[in-house]
């Protein structure tokens, strides 16, 4: 029975959910960090939220761990590189919570538009101070949002409601999109900062989002706007923004978020138009529970039946899409075993080409699988999809891909995988026959027709009398049967190709009589 680690704490309905779907459930939250890698040794999924710190020092000794899922959105506690190059798959649960963080960053806006924290404190304190906390009010004002994705959305419904014009910078969203959604999209984040009275922010942690707002991005600001980060505290620099408060260029700003939680340092919470709450975005009963049955589900699925949904480390596919993607995806791991068995010398590049009509689909997941199998063929089937890219990155592989529409070499469909070594190239090409049956349909530039799996032999030859016969009567004698057989030449007399599908292996003894043969080139066994 495989074993989920719940690392930090959880719904009691978590728990259930898991061992309904017949999994083992350790619930273990608060763990040191050698009690963490300890624990995680025997068990092949982990759910955690963002106490847990699963670093690469605690993932080394995971042997059994297939999946981690967080339930959350940020992965800020889970070192994605260390699990990937052991082929763990990483989730997260990214709709889970998105109302009830939305609805936090809208609060803190409304809190500061209406100076909500310093007029509580002011009134618990016996204070009477009416006309020292005017405030300002929403409609008519501009929101700008950076990353109209789900919470971004969520903050901009909102404040449409609220009278507000929205303005939003997202580099990864159409102008339909926005549209759609009510949204003015601009080109530039300076454009953005210019127009916003209030600017909210909404993006992943990323190298191309820590350190996004300064101080050269908060001078152009209007003065007196206000700025709420509800995203990540690496993507805001918080002095900056506290020192612009100060200065009297911002009229306000709230933190939920931080690049160190809890901080270090309170002091600048001291300001009455500072506002900062405890990263309470999330944290709403609806909110935890929602996260945490999502996690489960995300968990059973990826352990009990393979699928895995929310992938930070793997370019996967829908359900819908894997439907068709599948049957290709499978043939290109094949090809990928194919040509890693064919080159020899040190890999340097991996291309995965799809043409034709796959060219129109989302061709992500079958270069994926091209390269698991090429990674495969080199290393070993403990490779699997995930750990295979960063596996090749370690090795300085570099992969490249390619989509042509149109039809190729006759053929509607056609994947072909190529490896680049120091000694040269090797390439295989295959299609699906009737988006059925697999075959591979051509090996270097030698057209055949082989099904891709089991025991095959590859010879490469001088096109002469004798040859096939030759191979032919040395696999009889051996007692090796012949299930199929292809024989191509470039032209009569020159190289050519014989390549077999075979019901048993070789020997090396049968192989080395086949190479004994003068008109031989190379024989290679090969098995998929």
Known sequence: MKKVLLADRLPEQCIVM?????????YRPGL???ELREAIRDASGVICRSGARLTK?????AERLEAICRAGVGVDNVDVGAASRKGVVVMNTPGANTISTAEHAFALMLALARNIGPAYVSMREGHWEKQKFVGSQLAGSTLGIIGLGRVGQEVAKRALASDMRV?????????????????ALVETLGELLSHSDYLSIHVPESQQTRGLIGAEEIALMPDGARLINCSRGSVVDQEAVVAAVRSGKLGGAAFDVYIKEPPDDYEFVRDDRILATPHLGASTEEAQLAVATAAAEQIVDALQHGDVRNALNAALASPEEMKTLQPYCDLAAQLGKLVAQLSSGQPEVIEVACKGALAQENTEPVVQYGVTGVMQGNLGDQVNI??????????????????????????????????TADTGTAAAAGTLLGREQPRIVRIGEFDVELVPEGHLLIVFNNDMPGCVGWVGATLGEAGINIARMGVSRQQAGGNALLAFNLDSPCEQAVLAKVQAFELVQRVIPVVL
């Open 57 to 61: 020092g605690v993932l080394e000794g």
């Open 18 to 26: 898991l061992k309904e779907a017949g999994l083992e459930v350790d």
């Open 386 to 419: 995930i750990s295979a890219p960063y596996l090749a990155q370690e090795l300085g592989i570099r992969i490249t891909s390619s989509r042509t529409s149109g039809p190729e070499g006759g053929f509607t469909d056609l994947i072909e995988v190529k490896l």
């Open 32 to 34: 040191s960090e050698d």
């Open 167 to 183: 303005e939003a910078y997202d580099p990864h969203v159409s102008r339909e999109r926005a549209e759609r959604a009510g949204v």
